[in-house]
């Protein structure tokens, strides 16, 4: 069974809108502001949707928020009314996405708020990403932003006190560097391969678990080393609102997960690595690396020594081996899992 770190979500088994629709409503974004179409053209698609809507909360959402830009107050609400009644999470992100695309500071607080009350240390949904993605742009009031900081804070102080939830996140990244050393390309020519076998080892998988630090030291610095893109902010919220509506209609990874900060935390670093569901921001990208950098120690140090303990208590963990190539002499001295 896998867990909920790794990208599952009870509940999962919604029904896909497809990459169709998707196109379609992030198209409807991008002509609003343009005045190609006139507002009796928005409004009859408007209405259509509502008529089309059922059980959908997206579908009310897109409504709402023509009705707003056409400036129908009264239809506006009703749309939204039953959006919110369907799916208050989502719908409140939805419109903190909006309110910051439109740079309405006033109209992105409340819905922080109403967003806010939907999460908990113990209950984020994979959406979350979004709103640290529009904290980490500045696009969040000032109140807003010290706000979701405040939240932040308090949420990982609470998760930090909770052995099984530590626990859960060091297990994760242990798995992934033993596969990063079960991985390590070793040369076929060294001479390592005639060193006699100790019982239950050899010499190259002490040499792996010596060499582990170099593909960790490269994931780090692939985490750290991307440089920020300027974007104007408009155009940056706008992109934000479009991906979320993606991922929303293809139902992608970060549309179905749940799991406490932690895991999100964890999730969400992970994802970035696979190169699925879009790449953060770097900043992003760099908090959740520092977010996550306890469990990544803890990992680190647990799979390096797992490699010292496969030699036999008598033996001790120290060798030394050359070879000669062309006119040159290589030397390596591993000791206690270190090159």
């Not at 020519?189 to 170099?214: F, H, I, K, N, V």
């Not at 996550?292 to 030394?320: C, K, M």
Request: charged share 25%.
């Amino acid at each position: 069974m896998i867990s909920m770190a790794e990208g599952v979500s009870p509940g999962a088994g919604k029904a896909c809108r497809g990459e169709k629709t998707g196109n379609y409503y992030i198209g409807v974004l991008r002509n609003l502001e343009q005045g190609l179409i006139p507002d009796a053209g928005w409004l009859a698609r408007a209405r259509e949707w509502v008529v089309r809507a059922s059980q959908d909360w997206l579908s009310y959402s897109m409504a709402a928020l023509v009705f707003w830009f056409c400036d129908e107050p009264g239809s506006a609400q009703k749309a939204l009314d039953r959006a919110l009644g369907l799916q208050e999470e989502k719908t409140s992100l939805f419109f903190l996405l909006a309110a910051a695309w439109q740079q309405r500071d006033s109209m992105s607080d409340r819905w922080l708020e109403r967003y806010l009350r939907n999460q908990n240390e113990l209950l984020v949904t994979g959406d979350f990403r979004y709103l640290l993605e529009l904290w980490a742009r500045k696009a969040l009031s000032p109140t807003g932003g010290k706000k979701l900081e405040t939240v932040l804070a308090s949420w990982e102080e609470e998760l930090s006190r909770s052995a099984e939830a530590e626990g859960r996140q060091v297990d994760l990244w242990r798995r992934y560097f033993r596969e990063l050393r079960k991985n390590i390309a070793l040369p076929q020519l060294d001479q390592y391969q005639y060193l006699r076998e100790l019982p239950g080892t050899t010499a190259g998988s002490l040499l792996q678990g010596a060499l582990l630090a170099r593909p960790v030291g490269q994931f780090l610095e692939r985490h750290q080393s991307r440089q920020e893109i300027w974007q104007e902010m408009r155009e940056g919220c706008r992109l934000l609102l479009e991906a979320f509506l993606r991922s929303e209609c293809l139902q992608l990874p970060a549309a179905i997960w749940k799991g406490t900060y932690s895991d999100f935390l964890t999730f969400s670093l992970r994802q970035t690595e696979q190169g699925k569901d879009g790449v953060p921001s770097p900043r992003v990208e760099r908090f959740l690396l520092a977010h996550s950098a306890r469990w990544l120690h803890q990992a680190f140090d647990d799979v390096t020594g797992e490699t010292a303990r496969l030699v036999p208590g008598p033996i001790r963990y120290n060798f030394n081996y050359t070879f000669h190539r062309q006119n040159y002499c290589f030397s390596c001295d591993i000791q206690d899992g270190m090159e």
